[in-house]
């Protein structure tokens, strides 16, 4: 038997894209490569791309130039957001050697044998689920978006949204299932949407009380998580159905992006501060451990300084358990980047360490909370790099670390308490029950 050609594929970016990243992988390795973690020595090389902002472009062109210093003799396939909404940009440099569209990561084993890409084409729908060598998976369960927000390019990147089958989202799930995966997260690009596309539609909650019904689910050895859900698309259903199972992770992520309901009326957002002030309220009286997460954005064309108080100000008097934080970027062909008001970098850049700051503060604030009680940990295959030592992921999105040399489960109740490590990592035990 002949030696594997070395492979590797690395992301940039969204769940989502770890999702393809992931199913790429399995293609390769079932044509036949030996699938690497890093670029040395490799025979191949495929990098997934984001768009997002300026500068996921600008990383994914710097990571370019650097993997054709590390592996000179590799082919190097670009694909991903970048590569579809605009391939030119990854041509010009003459470091790559071939560009594929979102249409074409499904076909990237047959397409190395020397058929030529179509960048630009429709992304197809979402792949079975991927094998995976760690204790959690995502899932892309849908895809594209069709909302229009006035600052972002994934329409363009990824197309209209479209929704992965019932019965196919089921049989991923039941694969996950018997590998004996201890969590899945459910991602999309706009996945709240998922369903209203097929035929018949359905929603979110209802996949839930399907997923109920058609699978064994059990607390004690598996949890579902739900990715990023837009504020309007939490609806009484949706909680009702969190309220029944215990084995969806309590943990919500909601874009917010402004505090300022006329920069969300610029944005193309539908709902107002209210909107979201009433609903993080009303999650935090149901569940007041649950993870409250959130995007925000700084210095969107035309945001005063009075716009970005708002924003803090709606943080502050708000219990969320942290931000994502995006300096706008102006993405081209959207409508906000034709605007005149843009804000200055500098402006924007003093906006985002404010955020950051009261970033850090929820942060703590939430992790405080949760010392002393006992929650759901999710035991991860790798270790910790410098420490050695097992961690543990909680259905409420908080990282610690287990006493060194124990052999446990995927999926353990644990106790948290304060950081008692250089790492500023929580701690966790062992405990004997939720």
Request: glycine fraction near 8%.
């Given at each position: 038997m002949g030696v594997k050609p070395r492979a590797v594929v690395l992301t940039l970016g969204c769940k989502v894209n770890?999702?393809?990243?992931?199913?790429?992988?399995?293609?390769?390795?079932?044509?036949?490569?030996?699938?690497?973690?890093?670029?040395?020595?490799?025979?191949?090389?495929?990098?997934?791309?984001?768009?997002v902002t300026q500068k996921a472009d600008q990383e994914a062109l710097s990571l370019i130039r650097r993997?054709?210093?590390?592996?000179?003799?590799?082919?190097?396939?670009?694909?991903?957001?970048?590569?579809?909404a605009d391939p030119g940009l990854l041509t010009a440099a003459g470091q790559v050697d071939l560009?594929?569209?979102?249409?074409?990561?499904?076909?990237?084993?047959?397409?190395?044998?020397?058929?030529?890409?179509?960048?630009?084409?429709?992304?197809?729908?979402?792949?079975?689920a991927p094998l995976s060598e760690r204790t959690r998976a995502f899932y892309k369960i849908q895809d594209g978006c069709s909302a229009g927000c006035a600052y972002c390019a994934v329409p363009r990147a990824r197309g209209p949204?479209?929704?992965?089958?019932l019965e196919a989202v089921l049989g991923g799930l039941r694969s996950y299932l018997e590998r004996g995966l201890a969590e899945v997260a459910l991602c999309g690009i706009h996945l709240g949407v998922w369903g209203r596309d097929l035929d018949p539609p359905y929603t979110l909650a209802e996949l839930l009380h399907i997923l109920a019904g058609e699978l064994e689910l059990?607390?004690?050895?598996?949890?579902?998580?739900?990715?990023?859900?837009?504020?309007?698309?939490?609806?009484?259903?949706?909680?009702?159905?969190f309220e029944m199972y215990d084995w969806l992770a309590p943990h919500f992520h909601l874009p917010l992006q402004s505090g300022s309901d006329r920069v969300l009326e610029l944005m193309g957002r539908p709902y107002r501060a209210a909107d979201f002030r009433r609903l993080v309220e009303k999650l935090n009286r149901a569940w007041p451990l649950a993870a409250v997460g959130t995007d925000?954005?700084?210095?969107?064309?035309?945001?005063?300084?009075?716009?970005?108080?708002?924003?803090?100000?709606?943080?502050?008097?708000?219990?969320?358990?942290?931000?994502?934080?995006?300096?706008?970027?102006?993405?081209?062909?959207?409508?906000?980047?034709?605007?005149?008001?843009?804000?200055?970098?500098?402006?924007?850049?003093?906006?985002?360490?404010?955020?950051?700051?009261?970033?850090?503060?929820?942060?703590?604030?939430f992790a405080r909370r949760n010392w002393g009680t006992v929650q759901a940990g999710l035991v991860e295959n790798r270790p910790h790099p410098a420490s050695g030592r097992l961690k543990v992921l909680t259905g409420n999105y908080?990282?610690?670390?287990?006493?060194?040399?124990?052999?446990?489960?995927?999926?353990?109740?644990?106790?948290?308490s304060p950081p008692d490590n250089p790492w500023g990592l929580m701690e966790a035990e062992p405990a004997s029950g939720l």
């Amino acid at each position: 038997m002949g030696v594997k050609p070395r492979a590797v594929v690395l992301t940039l970016g969204c769940k989502v894209n770890q999702f393809d990243s992931a199913a790429m992988a399995e293609s390769l390795r079932a044509a036949g490569y030996e699938v690497a973690s890093g670029p040395s020595g490799a025979d191949l090389v495929v990098l997934n791309t984001c768009t997002v902002t300026q500068k996921a472009d600008q990383e994914a062109l710097s990571l370019i130039r650097r993997l054709k210093r590390l592996a000179p003799a590799a082919r190097l396939v670009v694909t991903g957001c970048l590569a579809e909404a605009d391939p030119g940009l990854l041509t010009a440099a003459g470091q790559v050697d071939l560009v594929l569209g979102q249409a074409d990561k499904s076909r990237l084993a047959s397409l190395l044998e020397g058929s030529q890409g179509s960048p630009g084409g429709p992304a197809p729908e979402a792949a079975a689920a991927p094998l995976s060598e760690r204790t959690r998976a995502f899932y892309k369960i849908q895809d594209g978006c069709s909302a229009g927000c006035a600052y972002c390019a994934v329409p363009r990147a990824r197309g209209p949204s479209r929704s992965l089958g019932l019965e196919a989202v089921l049989g991923g799930l039941r694969s996950y299932l018997e590998r004996g995966l201890a969590e899945v997260a459910l991602c999309g690009i706009h996945l709240g949407v998922w369903g209203r596309d097929l035929d018949p539609p359905y929603t979110l909650a209802e996949l839930l009380h399907i997923l109920a019904g058609e699978l064994e689910l059990d607390a004690a050895s598996f949890r579902l998580r739900l990715s990023s859900l837009e504020p309007l698309e939490v609806d009484d259903e949706l909680l009702a159905a969190f309220e029944m199972y215990d084995w969806l992770a309590p943990h919500f992520h909601l874009p917010l992006q402004s505090g300022s309901d006329r920069v969300l009326e610029l944005m193309g957002r539908p709902y107002r501060a209210a909107d979201f002030r009433r609903l993080v309220e009303k999650l935090n009286r149901a569940w007041p451990l649950a993870a409250v997460g959130t995007d925000v954005m700084a210095g969107f064309p035309g945001e005063t300084d009075s716009d970005f108080q708002a924003t803090l100000d709606l943080l502050a008097n708000l219990s969320v358990s942290y931000f994502h934080i995006f300096p706008y970027s102006p993405r081209p062909g959207t409508p906000a980047a034709a605007r005149p008001d843009q804000v200055p970098e500098h402006i924007k850049r003093r906006r985002a360490v404010e955020l950051k700051k009261a970033d850090q503060l929820a942060r703590l604030d939430f992790a405080r909370r949760n010392w002393g009680t006992v929650q759901a940990g999710l035991v991860e295959n790798r270790p910790h790099p410098a420490s050695g030592r097992l961690k543990v992921l909680t259905g409420n999105y908080l990282t610690a670390l287990l006493p060194p040399g124990l052999k446990v489960p995927p999926l353990i109740p644990v106790t948290l308490s304060p950081p008692d490590n250089p790492w500023g990592l929580m701690e966790a035990e062992p405990a004997s029950g939720l």
